[in-house]
């Protein structure tokens, strides 16, 4: 059972910075991929980024050249550099697991961005 748990979420103007960080509890060795999803109100929950343990990543259209999934081995956790942030990437953020399916499987509890105009 795997434990996540992001943090690094706020209020930031249109241009600004951010950088996301997800926590896990158990190793991630074994698990295919991490990705980082987001969910506006009234709108799906969307995949921003994932990578997998082989190291290969992939991005929304709307996020690349912009945001960099990243992780630090030692410390078993996963980043989301988000630069040049946009009153439309306003949303919840959430970490997860990805399968081999392309499933996600665990969920931390979500962290809050909201970009202002």
């Known amino acids: 059972q795997v434990q996540l748990v992001e943090s690094g979420g706020g209020l930031v103007q249109q241009g600004g910075s951010l950088r996301l960080s997800c926590a896990v509890s158990?190793?991630?060795?074994?698990?295919?991929?991490m990705g980082w999803y987001r969910q506006a109100p009234g709108k799906q929950r969307e995949l921003v980024a994932a990578k997998t343990s082989s190291g290969s990543t992939n991005y929304a259209d709307s996020v690349k050249g912009r945001f960099t999934i990243s992780r630090d081995n030692a410390k078993n956790t996963v980043y989301l550099q988000m630069n040049s942030l946009k009153p439309e990437d306003t949303a919840v953020y959430y970490c997860?697991?990805?399968?081999?399916?392309?499933?996600?499987?665990?969920w931390g509890q979500g962290t809050q961005v909201t970009v202002s105009s």
């Open positions: 158990g190793s991630i060795f074994g698990i295919y991929a």
């Open positions: 997860a697991t990805i399968n081999t399916g392309g499933l996600p499987g665990d």
